[in-house]
């Protein structure tokens, strides 16, 4: 099929749920696994399951440790370059969010192929090769399928040394929380998909979800930067959830320090909000204490589900302007020192915010 991309549908109208909107909610995903069987860890299998971490890792040798992961989703946005860009940003950074450097990816295509146009299918894979090479990595294979909804993303593989891992749950009481983009990718995808985001909306989401996280491995090597973590499907409430209870203690967050896209809080009040946001927070929200200055609004934006988002650090205090100087060098300028590690409060609240 080669129909004009002017008779072609939208590609978020072929969705039920598009970026890391689409994440199983995380207590079903708890439930889910729940029932799945333990199997033997090998000595060599440094991160597992085990704590919900972004990527596994496997020792190779006293210098070097593979990262493995994958991630794929349905359409964000309508634009097909775009969807592969964010798509691929998306997957490699869990390698980033290890400490790791990519070394190369597979490809994982599902596409309605009675529905969308060759050439359509082309410019998505157009735009993740072209972020695979601004990651300096080949696409070395892949899979591809027909499929009812369109689907892409990568298997994303990297190195790190194996004394340099970064887990999201070695975080410390006492630790400093920086993070690397400003918040928002949830509520502007939401618009979009109501025709309600403005194009300088549209510029601002493109640019924060093909930012490469960069800075990761860079970071991994500071001895002060203690956890590392991205945030995507769960929303900052739920990605610092899984730190604090990696590190069985409770984050602090300031919500006055959190950065936010621009706009994005008036686009929120006015209900441009995902279901997965309202999903996350049904899933965690019993372990999170909001301050009661803080609205609604804020709420949403804490569980609003990122795609591609920032790259979340826990650090020693006295690494916080290191840990800020290479986001901003690496051109991260919404970089941010947003919260604390303190020790577990009472009545299982894992995460308090100001």
């Not at 946005?77 to 990816?105: C, E, K, L």
């Amino acid at each position: 099929m080669n129909a004009p991309l002017s008779t072609q549908p939208r590609l978020t109208s072929l969705s039920h749920g598009g970026g890391c909107g689409c994440k199983i909610a995380p207590g079903m995903l708890s439930e889910i696994l729940r029932g799945t069987s333990a199997m033997p860890i090998p000595k060599e299998l440094l991160v597992g399951i085990e704590t919900a971490d972004d990527a596994a890792v496997y020792q190779l040798n006293d210098e070097q440790a593979l990262i493995a992961t994958t991630d794929f989703f349905m359409p964000i946005v309508d634009d097909p370059y775009d969807f592969g860009r964010i798509a691929a940003t998306n997957a490699i950074s869990d390698v980033y969010a290890m400490g790791g450097t990519p070394i190369m990816a597979l490809a994982l295509v599902g596409m309605p192929i009675n529905v969308l146009s060759t050439d359509t299918i082309g410019r998505i894979l157009a735009g993740g090769q072209d972020v695979c090479k601004a990651a300096g990595i080949p696409i070395a294979g892949g899979h591809t399928i027909d499929s009812v909804e369109p689907i892409y993303g990568l298997v994303a593989l990297g190195l790190v040394h194996p004394k340099k891992v970064k887990r999201n749950a070695d975080a410390r009481v006492g630790d400093r929380l920086v993070l690397g983009k400003p918040l928002g990718v949830g509520v502007l995808s939401a618009a979009l998909k109501k025709d309600a985001l403005s194009p300088a909306g549209y510029a601002q989401m493109i640019a924060f979800t093909t930012q490469l996280n960069t800075p990761g491995p860079a970071l991994a090597q500071l001895d002060g930067v203690h956890a590392l973590t991205d945030i995507t499907g769960f929303g900052l409430a739920g990605h610092a959830l899984e730190m604090a209870r990696g590190c069985q203690a409770t984050v602090r967050l300031d919500m006055t320090h959190v950065p936010l896209i621009e706009g994005v809080r008036d686009l929120a009040a006015q209900g441009m909000v995902t279901g997965a946001s309202g999903r996350n927070w049904a899933a965690y929200g019993h372990e999170v204490h909001l301050g009661e200055h803080l609205q609604p609004v804020d709420q949403a934006l804490l569980s609003d589900p990122q795609t591609s988002g920032g790259l979340l650090v826990a650090c020693a205090p006295d690494a916080v302007d290191e840990v800020l100087a290479i986001f901003h060098r690496m051109g991260f300028a919404r970089a941010a020192d947003v919260g604390e590690i303190v020790a577990a409060e009472a009545g299982g609240v894992r995460l308090t915010v100001a």
